[in-house]
């Protein structure tokens, strides 16, 4: 099964997880789940993906830029703003990226 999930300090307001979950079934995407994944310190991370196979994460506050040090790889724009909300798992490495630089820029 591949595992998606969110990581952040406080997750009580995210929609995320309810978004995925049904954006799976209307997609027809099978084995896929999406959990948060609430976390006090970002130092907790590394035990999170020692525990987990993960095939991305999406990153929300304040881990944003405090998530960078932890990462393999960045894309142009997560380098450009310095801030990550995505991570994609491939080929044993981490990648960052930022999903919201367009909206931004």
Not at 16 to 29: A, G, L, Q, R, V
Not at 83 to 88: C, D, K, L, S
Request: charged letters at 25%.
């Amino acid at each position: 099964m591949k595992q998606y999930g969110l990581i952040g300090k406080t997750l009580d307001h995210s929609f995320s997880k309810s978004y995925f979950e049904n954006k799976f079934i209307t997609e027809h995407i099978q084995n896929a789940s999406y959990s948060n994944f609430p976390l006090e310190s970002i130092e907790e991370f590394k035990l999170l993906i020692k525990k987990k196979t993960f095939s991305g994460l999406n990153i929300t506050i304040p881990y944003k830029t405090s998530i960078i040090p932890f990462l393999d790889e960045l894309s142009d724009e997560a380098k450009s703003i310095s801030a990550v909300n995505t991570i994609h798992f491939k080929n044993d490495k981490l990648i960052g990226y930022n999903t919201d630089y367009h909206r931004l820029s």
